[in-house]
């Protein structure tokens, strides 16, 4: 009847978890497995090459210590490939709250499933984009 990752009931199951950040969307799922980590149909490393996109989709799992357990199959679209690597860390960390809900308190103390509001701000008219105005002739 738990959710707890060592019992039986959940090894055939499969979790779910939407992320989002900025302009990109992840849908992530996972499942008891022995750790294969997949964005887009290729290898977690394939897809993000700099350590840094990587270190943030691949943190929840480390965090959790859950890396070696569990197999993720996320599809990430839209922004760029940092966006994604975020919406990827949000959408794990939402799949693993709803795997085992024991985890839930440490990935929200340490900001896992906080969504990171900030957007790009719209160009406004009358101006070259956002804030930039136009340059000012005095003649």
């Known amino acids: 009847m738990g959710t707890s990752p060592n019992s039986d009931e959940g090894a055939g199951k499969q979790f779910f978890g939407t992320g989002r950040r900025r302009e990109s969307v992840a ?26 996109w990587l270190t943030t989709a691949v943190e929840p799992l480390k965090f959790t210590e859950t890396v070696q357990q569990l197999d993720v199959k996320a599809t990430a679209k839209g922004g760029g490939v940092g966006g994604q690597a ?11 709250s709803v795997f085992n809900a024991e985890l839930r308190p440490g990935l ?10 900030r957007m790009k701000e719209r160009k ?5 984009g956002a804030r930039r105005r136009f340059q000012f002739s005095k003649r």
């Open 124 to 128: 406004k008219y009358g101006q070259k």
């Open 27 to 52: 849908r992530v799922y996972i499942k008891m497995g022995s750790g294969k980590f997949t964005v887009n149909g290729r290898a977690v490393e394939d897809y993000f090459k700099n350590v840094a």
């Open 86 to 96: 975020g919406a990827v860390r949000m959408g794990l960390s939402r799949a693993l």
């Open 108 to 117: 929200r103390k340490n900001g896992f499933l906080t969504r990171d509001s």
